[in-house]
């Protein structure tokens, strides 16, 4: 599959603490992406990772790349009951052609 | 900009019965595309169109499915005949599909129940 692989699947943890959430992909791709969905909800786009980069910041995110293992992770600190939803990953192999995972959810409780 | 417009957000129909989905895309916007999710299966892509163009739709998972983009500001996805495995949320997102712009904007879905 082409798809990008959350994991862990799911993950709950206190308010304030850091959430780590990994994606693994199988071939080479030009980006990948993370998407929030809350319960029931579109998609909404939090960040943009092009091959060539290694890591990004916005906010309270992190993300990393890292192509010679095919896989990237999310990082959320200081979390809020709010960011409570799930994350899934993009990745994109052919400009617009984006493939999601299943998605981590994450429930972080106040 | 208002976003991705979908509709019906919801639709309960019955098995044999035609469906139809729509979406108007954003704005500026060039590619158009159609997404299934369920709970088993995740987030699928079902067909995209760029430039009004269907590009893949490979995703599409048999005849009963069609979609048609006939302007820059519209999109339909149908069902005919709807069958109970069909019951799913059904997203469209838009892009705009140039250099280093390839994030995508999801409308709220329509979900889609046919008993």
């Known amino acids: 599959s082409q798809q990008g692989e959350e994991d862990p699947q799911a993950l709950s943890i206190q308010e304030g603490e850091n959430a780590t959430m990994n994606c693994s992909y199988k071939?080479?791709?030009?980006?990948l992406q993370w998407y929030r969905q809350n319960s029931g909800r579109g998609l909404v786009h939090l960040i943009l990772i092009r091959s060539n980069e290694r890591e990004k910041h916005s906010g309270r995110l992190r993300v990393t790349l890292d192509t010679s293992k095919k896989s990237s992770s999310l990082l959320i600190t200081a979390s809020r009951a709010a960011d409570t939803a799930s994350y899934l990953c993009a990745t994109d192999y052919n400009n617009n052609d984006m493939r999601f995972g299943a998605g981590t959810r994450l429930t972080v409780k106040p | 900009d208002a976003g991705v417009i979908q509709s019906p957000r919801h639709e309960v129909t019955e098995m044999g019965q035609e469906v139809t989905l729509r979406c108007k895309p954003i704005s500026g916007h060039n590619s158009l595309f159609w997404y299934r999710q369920t709970m088993m299966r995740g987030l699928e892509l079902l067909i995209y169109?760029?430039?009004?163009?269907?590009?893949?739709d490979s995703g599409m998972p048999e005849d009963r499915f069609s979609a048609k983009m006939p302007n820059a500001s519209f999109s339909t996805l149908k069902i005919q005949p709807s069958e109970p495995r069909d019951s799913a949320v059904y997203f469209c997102?838009?892009?705009?599909?140039?250099?280093?712009?390839?994030?995508?904007?999801f409308g709220p879905g329509t979900r889609l129940l046919v008993l």
């Open positions: 169109f760029n430039n009004n163009v269907p590009i893949d």
């Open positions: 997102a838009s892009s705009f599909s140039g250099r280093g712009a390839e994030t995508q904007y």
């Open positions: 071939t080479s791709i030009n980006n």
